[in-house]
């Protein structure tokens, strides 16, 4: 069964720094785009950054500077890390993987096996 599991959030202070797991099982991690995407109530997913197999990135231009995506392929993980942390950045925060470009990497539309996601909550 393909899962993705987030880890990683909960509460912290403005201006601090996060970083998010996003661990697989069931399927090879290496062939897939993994991108991190983020919701708060009555809002559409946010994609903030993926990554390709190549190790290729693409970051919503709100976010970048601040957020850093990264693999390791050897623990099946993704990261996400934030810094200055912000209000605005509260939020859930899911991953998602799917046998896609990076060109679509922050579309939610082209993706299909999804987390449950983390809560981060910026005060």
């Known amino acids: 069964q393909v899962q993705l599991v987030e880890s990683g959030g909960g509460s912290v202070q403005a201006g601090g720094t996060l970083r998010l797991s996003c661990a697989r099982s069931g399927f090879v991690y290496t062939t897939y785009c993994i991108s991190w995407f983020r919701q708060t109530p009555g809002n559409e997913r946010e994609g903030l950054a993926a990554?390709?197999?190549?190790?290729?990135?693409r970051y919503n231009n709100r976010v970048e500077g601040r957020v850093t995506i990264s693999r390791d392929n050897t623990e099946n993980v993704v990261y996400l890390q934030i810094d200055d942390l912000r209000s605005e950045d509260s939020a859930t925060y899911t991953c998602a993987a799917d046998r896609i470009g990076i060109n679509h990497g922050l579309n939610r539309l082209w993706y299909g096996v999804w987390g449950r996601g983390t809560q981060v909550t910026v005060s």
């Open positions: 990554i390709d197999r190549e190790g290729r990135t």
